[in-house]
């Protein structure tokens, strides 16, 4: 049994000493993969590992993370899966070639407070969703897909709207694995 962890472009540079990898070729796509543990139960510990893995490999490559989980029973089923959606996955790739994913969440310190945060960084990015907020404190949950180099100036950013803003709670975390835009 094998996890997949991620798809990337191929050939790519070495996989990372964090766990034992390899990449499965599946045309111009590798699929990075390692031997399935054999835990029963989700764990936090397993989710954290996959999440570790997944970073790793995203520090030397563009990829599409796949979401814990994902098994089959040997190489040549990943690779059968991976290469009947080759030309989707390609296209989502370079959708996301050489950009990251921040998240970010605006919490009111004061009731009834309006203030659009988000329009000052789209521009930043190249996409950006958001999601429901769970509760009424919380009035954004969105994601941005950045590129790399423009990480630094989405904090600078952050930090100068929460100085202008001190009746919100700002948190901006990543750079992260863009889950959020592997699919449309």
């Known amino acids: ?50 999440e570790r893995i997944v970073e790793a490999v995203m520090e030397t490559r563009d990829l599409l993370p796949v979401r814990y989980g994902t098994r089959f029973a040997g190489d040549e089923q990943a690779v059968d899966v991976v290469a009947a959606r080759s030309g989707t996955l390609k296209a989502a790739l370079e959708r996301v070639r050489g950009a990251v994913e ?53 904090r600078d950013e952050v930090a100068r709207l929460q100085h202008e803003h001190p009746e919100l709670s700002l948190l901006l975390t990543g750079p992260w694995p863009p889950y959020s835009f592997v699919e449309r």
């Open 1 to 50: 049994m094998i996890e997949l962890y991620a798809i990337a472009q191929r050939p790519g540079p070495p996989l990372p000493d964090i766990a034992p990898l390899r990449e499965l070729a599946c045309g111009e796509l590798g699929a990075i993969c390692g031997t399935a543990a054999e835990e029963s139960e989700i764990t936090e510990d397993a989710l954290w590992r996959h």
């Open 102 to 154: 921040l998240s970010f969440r605006v919490r009111a310190r004061e009731p009834d407070v309006s203030i659009d945060v988000h329009a000052s960084l789209q521009p930043l990015a190249r996409e950006s969703m958001t999601r429901p907020a769970p509760d009424e404190g919380e009035l954004l949950r969105a994601a941005y897909l950045v590129e790399r180099d423009r990480v630094p100036e989405v």
